[in-house]
């Protein structure tokens, strides 16, 4: 029987990771068409869209919600589903949840060999176990591309929840993971793209946890994902009615980012993040700054709205700070 160790992912599919995200233009037009609802106990839902739901169970106990999958964009079946549960656990942290159960979201060709199905479903247990959770099902179909992710459910206190608004004049922003991702596993080298796969298996939770552990909450909060740091930034950006200034220099970067995005190396994703964001982001950087904080990322890091005393704490535990928020009307400028 074909092994594992014969499987190549990556040449099953065409677009892989979240780079195979829908642009984030139409996918807000179907948001708003469908943001209607009248249940009270919706805490979190469309209106406006964040990282997850969340539903008010009883007081002080609400349910968070989310569901993320998407094709291979490694060759290696562990590395795909350790990072498909990682990236798909994100949004439970960046929630300020706790991750309790998952069901696999699978869609595998036939003549896909069972040992890298196996592969991929055991990577991902052991991270939803990592997570805090456990693996409670799923549902797999026939499929000519693969596909996997997965439904999480976590729990939250209901006056704890963090979204992407709220963030205030006078916040240093700041990011858990590095940046570069999709350019990285388009043009890196073979350790370059090692140490990338790597940082995309790393869970979000001790994140998640060291903002818990602040003295006072995060203001905004949000993981940055298929709309790259400038997507995602404009979203907190617009849901919290102020002005963000990213500072290229201070971006954390994956090894061989900065060199593959300056030799032109760009994703399918760099275009769909340009249209999405349009006049809403400017930058006076250089141009391989500028395509890496519009690169779709998968399993990025938190990106959070804090005090600037805040962000001293969780800058001496490994986080970068990468940004300011101003007053001013909805923007956000990427500077040198």
Known sequence: MTGVTDVRLTEWTSCGGCAAKWGGAPLSALVRQLAEGTDAALLVGLAP?????VYRLAPGLALVSTTDFFPPLVDDPSDFGAIA??????????????VVLALNISAFPERMPVAAIDA?????????GEAGGSIGGGHTIRSEE???GLAVQGLVDPDRIWTKGGARPGDVLVLSKPLGTGIVL????????????AG??????AASEQLSALPAAPHAVTDVTGFGLAGHAWELAERSGVRVQLWGGALPLYAGARAAAAAGVRTGGDARNRAYLGASFTSSAPAELEALVVDPQTSGGLLASVAPAAAAVLRASGWSEVGSVLAGAPHVELVP
């Open 49 to 53: 869209f964040d990282d997850a739901a």
């Open 85 to 98: 549960a990682a990236n798909a656990c994100s949004d439970v942290f960046a929630m300020g949840g706790r």
């Open 120 to 128: 991929i479903l055991t990577a991902a247990a052991a991270v939803v």
């Open 146 to 148: 693969p596909i996997f």
């Open 186 to 197: 388009a043009g890196g080298d073979e350790g370059d793209k090692a140490a990338a796969t």
């Open 200 to 205: 995309m298996r790393v869970l979000n939770r």
